[in-house]
């Protein structure tokens, strides 16, 4: 993982110098921090989709008319899980003497991505679609734009902040 973290940082320096930047390093700390959160949101995104479609794969013999929402329940719950694992270990992690209450964080985590995720992104779906005509398939793509700096200014201030 430290191999990574350095690679990332020396992208993140580059983009800097191609703009001929020098940044602090709280800066630069804190950029390298949201680039490994949108590895593992994009590891996370991947996985909800594979559950979902595992989830309709299995229960298609039975021809239930409920069956993407218990395959978006399902992939909801095991991809936030595997978000907070990976958040938690790789991108918001401790210094030395802070401590997290785990259960408490991961509360919160499945508070911030339920926001984000289900309330945020349809209220945003019904403004680009219904108010603005802007096509359902391009409102997603709007709509991970402002989702994604807003979960990492939550998970890290809210749901991983030390204590």
Do not use: C
């Amino acid at each position: 993982m430290q191999k990574a973290e350095e690679w990332i940082r020396k992208i993140v320096l580059f983009f800097f110098r191609l703009i001929h930047k020098k940044p602090d390093e709280k800066t630069t700390e804190a950029l390298v921090q949201f680039v490994k959160f949108g590895i593992v949101g994009a590891t996370n995104t991947a996985i909800s989709y594979g559950i979902n479609v595992l989830v309709l794969k299995l229960l298609e013999p039975y021809r239930l008319p409920w069956d993407y929402v218990a395959g978006n329940a399902v992939a909801f719950i095991l991809s936030v899980l595997w978000s907070f694992y990976w958040n938690n270990k790789y991108v918001f992690t401790r210094k030395e003497g802070q401590k997290r209450n785990l259960w408490k964080a991961l509360l919160k985590t499945y508070i911030a991505y339920g926001f984000t995720g289900i309330i945020l992104t349809n209220i945003l779906s019904w403004v680009w679609i219904d108010v603005l005509g802007i096509t359902r398939y391009i409102a997603p793509l709007i709509n991970l734009v402002i989702s994604i700096p807003l979960n990492f200014i939550i998970n890290k201030m809210w749901a991983f902040k030390s204590e």
